[in-house]
């Protein structure tokens, strides 16, 4: 089938626009260290070179006829999503921010609510950011055949032949054939089976991996949805009703999404709904759900090694090794994982590496920073990265992208010592306004509002020193800011 001009015929008949939603709001934390809260596995470069988002949104959808894409993303992740969809040149139709999160139930018909009342035909094509899909033009192919579907009323998700008795994903057991070739109704959904279960649903034939990615009319979501969870639909109309437009987003209300239940599109929609079909595809899939399973989308070795960073390995086989920047060497290994950051290692025999989440949960509960972010922290201005901390003093390197500037702020309880090594900086301190060229510095003393700013065309890049009896970052009282934060 040529996907291409399929949806070119299935446009110039006048058919409803399909509108992909891009779900961003996960956190990851099964690839710790290097998914973070700050910066989840959605915006890491881990199966190509970019990241998972930009695959997602990229992946020739725009190019076969599709709307521009919705993006649903937590809050606190605004700047880099927009940030990687500039670095690519897609401009979605909106980015939606959820204030709290609240699961795919409340996502999807946030988003479905948001275009109805742009395109009362619209098709949704709801997709995870963070997932892998090697064979688009597959996928593509699969989108087609649940079309006709979708379109009457059908609520349709796509379900991916099992290669194993894979006890980490939900299933679905296809039904009979509906009239449209290689559609089927939905017998059930099933969670994560034990394996002897698993074992028997692969055997079967009539069980596929629950992908959670769905084809669906947006006012036949949201009509099932008033029927099967009306609170969950009130509460979303009013999140959406009462959002306010801020930059190139959508904010959601806080209140009343908060209210919304908090349960997967699965258990909110699909598992009550007589609509559900179901349209298996062979896309080369992966959830990129742990590290062992990015280690088997890769191209291993001879000894079945994924090496990729600096590392050096002898005597090792089936193992996963990457570094982040420091030597790793690992000897006499077999079948783990070794992932190396800045600020943290993690060892694990590649038959536990999903428990890694286990570990997130310590961390969190130590109040350890390592759970939330990296030593390179981003901003909607660049990015800094500490250095070096001690009593009363750390050192950070600054990166400010060109034509950005800091928010105009002050500090009750540090100082700061800036200079710059790399561009030219403009500095407001107090009354004064000052350039600041390679080499020079200047000082920020506490309690004088202060701001950076970048005219240039090139990265500006400098080390701050701060000095004080409090180093923390909530201690910055912003008087303006061009992000709109508080």
């Given amino acids: 089938m040529d996907t291409v001009g399929t949806l070119e015929k299935f446009h110039e008949e006048g058919s409803a626009q399909i509108h992909p939603v891009i779900l961003s709001g996960g956190a990851g934390t099964r690839l710790w260290p290097l998914s973070r809260a700050s910066y989840p596995k959605q915006l890491l470069k881990l199966s190509s070179q970019r990241t998972m988002l930009q695959d997602t ?18 809050e606190e992740h605004r700047f880099l999503v927009d940030d990687q969809l500039q670095q690519i040149g897609i401009k979605p139709q909106a980015i939606l921010l959820e204030p709290k999160a609240r699961n795919t139930g409340p996502a999807i018909a946030a988003a479905a609510l948001w275009l109805l009342a742009r395109d009362p035909d619209a098709l949704m094509l709801v997709q995870p950011s963070d997932h892998v899909i090697a064979a688009p033009a597959d996928f593509h192919r699969g989108v087609m055949r649940g079309l006709a579907a979708a379109q009457e009323g059908r609520l349709v998700t796509f379900g991916i032949k099992p290669a194993r008795p894979d006890t ?12 449209n070739e290689g559609v089927f109704t939905v017998d059930r959904f099933v969670e994560k089976p034990d394996r002897d279960t698993a074992q028997r649903f692969v055997d ?10 769905f084809l669906l009319s947006a006012r036949a979501y949201l009509g099932e949805l008033s029927r099967i969870n009306p609170v969950m639909l009130e509460a979303c109309e009013r999140a959406v009703r009462d959002g306010q437009e801020d930059l190139a987003f959508f904010r959601l209300s806080a209140e009343p999404f908060g209210e919304a239940p908090s349960l997967s599109i699965d258990h909110a929609v699909m598992e009550h709904t007589s609509r559900a079909a179901v349209v298996p595809v062979d896309m080369a899939w992966s959830d990129v759900g742990s590290w062992p399973a990015l280690r088997d989308i890769a191209t291993a070795d001879g000894d079945g090694n994924v090496l990729q960073g600096d590392v050096l390995a002898e005597r090792m086989t089936n193992s ?3 570094s982040e920047g420091r030597l790793v060497a690992a000897v006499g290994l077999d079948n783990v994982v070794v992932v190396a950051t800045d600020d943290a290692v993690l060892v694990a025999d590649a038959n536990s590496a999903t428990e890694v989440s286990a570990i997130v949960a310590k961390l969190k509960g130590q109040n350890r920073s390592e759970s939330q972010q990296h030593v390179t922290c981003h901003r909607p201005w660049g990015h800094y990265r500490s250095v070096d901390a001690g009593d009363r003093f750390q050192v950070k390197r600054i990166t400010v992208k060109p034509g950005a500037k800091l928010s105009l702020q002050k500090h009750y309880h540090r100082a700061e010592h800036w200079v710059v090594v790399h561009g030219t900086a403009i500095v407001q301190r107090g009354e004064e306004r000052m350039l600041v060229r390679e080499n020079e510095s200047v000082y920020i003393p506490i309690g004088t509002e202060h701001r950076l700013e970048n005219p240039g065309k090139l990265p500006l890049q400098l080390i701050e020193v701060q000095s004080g009896p409090y180093l923390g970052e909530d201690d910055i009282v912003r008087v303006s800011d061009n992000y709109g934060r508080a």
Avoid at 62 to 74: K, R, S, T, W
Avoid at 168 to 179: F, K, M, R, V
Avoid at 205 to 213: H, M
């Fill in 57 to 74: 949104v990229a992946r020739g959808l725009i190019d076969v006829g599709f709307a521009a894409p919705l993006l649903v993303c937590n």
């Fill in 168 to 179: 980490g994903y939900g299933y679905i057991q296809s039904g009979d054939a509906l009239g």
């Fill in 204 to 213: 079967s034939g009539a069980f596929f991996w629950n992908s959670g990615i």
């Fill in 320 to 322: 996963y090794v990457r």
